[in-house]
């Protein structure tokens, strides 16, 4: 399970809740970016999720229930790489937005992973592997759950986070142009899990280029990280 949140308004601000069990995670906060990373038996520290000091956000949520499409099937590029490749500046979100008008994206077998990515002026790239993708120039605001926004609720599973994403929908469109980091947290302490447990909630001011963050729910203990940028 996981929450991504894009709201701009005076500024640009993504909100993402980390959602997992049983995988070992550490946030690693550096000059270019700061990253959550999974420790991965074959690969080791994976930074999947997280800022980077050029203004891009990438979320990595888990389409339930799984879509047998995202399997990887002859030529394509693997979801998982081009998330990596955006957050540590590799590729741009433009880049990212052309490899999936052009060519097929897959997931790892078994599991469909989806992809939740912003760049500094607050575009927003949704890509779900096997299913296609949608880009959204500067919205007012956009959220990704666990459930394809190709089928909403047409097809149901207990993790798909349809209220969630509901809750967060109510609260942002009440939202005012004001809308900072503490209101961010907000929307992500009131989607937080215990079942499939909260691990890690940022929030990431683009404007100010400063990282917000806190672990295992809680609240009161935000971690910051100011990039360096002229």
Same mark, same amino acid.
């Given at each position: 399970? $996981?929450?991504?949140?894009? &709201?701009?308004?005076?500024?640009? &601000?993504?909100?993402?809740?980390?959602?997992?069990?049983?995988?070992? +995670?550490?946030?690693? #906060?550096?000059?270019?970016?700061?990253?959550?990373?999974?420790?991965?038996?074959?690969?080791? =520290?994976?930074?999947?999720?997280?800022?980077?000091?050029?203004?891009?956000?990438?979320?990595?949520?888990? $389409?339930?229930?799984?879509?047998?499409?995202?399997?990887?099937?002859?030529?394509?590029?693997?979801? @998982?790489?081009?998330?990596?490749?955006?957050l540590?500046?590799?590729?741009?979100?433009?880049?990212?937005?052309? @490899?999936?008008?052009?060519?097929?994206?897959?997931?790892?077998?078994?599991?469909?992973?989806?992809?939740?990515?912003?760049?500094?002026?607050?575009?927003?790239? +949704? &890509? @779900?592997?096997?299913?296609?993708?949608?880009?959204?120039?500067?919205?007012?605001?956009?959220?990704?759950?666990?459930f394809?926004?190709?089928?909403?609720?047409?097809?149901?599973?207990?993790?798909?986070?349809?209220?969630?994403?509901?809750?967060?929908?109510s609260?942002?469109?009440?939202?005012?142009?004001?809308?900072?980091?503490?209101?961010?947290?907000? &929307?992500l302490?009131?989607?937080?899990?215990?079942?499939? #447990?909260?691990?890690?909630?940022?929030v990431?001011?683009?404007? $100010?280029?400063?990282?917000?963050?806190?672990?295992?729910?809680? =609240?009161?203990? @935000? +971690?910051?990280?100011?990039f360096?940028?002229t």
């Amino acid at each position: 399970m $996981c929450t991504s949140i894009v &709201i701009n308004k005076k500024k640009t &601000i993504v909100g993402w809740n980390l959602d997992i069990l049983n995988m070992e +995670h550490r946030v690693r #906060p550096t000059d270019d970016g700061v990253f959550i990373e999974i420790n991965d038996a074959k690969e080791g =520290w994976l930074p999947l999720f997280g800022a980077n000091s050029r203004g891009d956000f990438v979320g990595m949520p888990t $389409c339930w229930p799984f879509d047998e499409r995202s399997n990887p099937a002859g030529n394509g590029q693997n979801i @998982i790489m081009l998330d990596i490749d955006l957050l540590l500046q590799k590729k741009s979100l433009n880049a990212i937005k052309a @490899i999936a008008e052009t060519e097929p994206i897959f997931s790892i077998p078994g599991v469909t992973f989806m992809s939740a990515l912003s760049d500094a002026e607050g575009n927003v790239l +949704h &890509i @779900i592997p096997g299913q296609g993708h949608q880009y959204f120039e500067k919205p007012d605001y956009k959220i990704m759950t666990n459930f394809s926004p190709f089928k909403q609720n047409s097809e149901v599973h207990p993790w798909m986070g349809w209220d969630r994403y509901k809750k967060a929908e109510s609260m942002l469109q009440k939202a005012s142009d004001d809308f900072d980091v503490e209101d961010c947290f907000a &929307i992500l302490k009131a989607v937080a899990q215990e079942v499939c #447990p909260t691990v890690v909630s940022m929030v990431y001011d683009v404007n $100010c280029r400063t990282v917000y963050w806190c672990q295992h729910r809680q =609240w009161t203990n @935000i +971690h910051t990280h100011k990039f360096h940028f002229t």
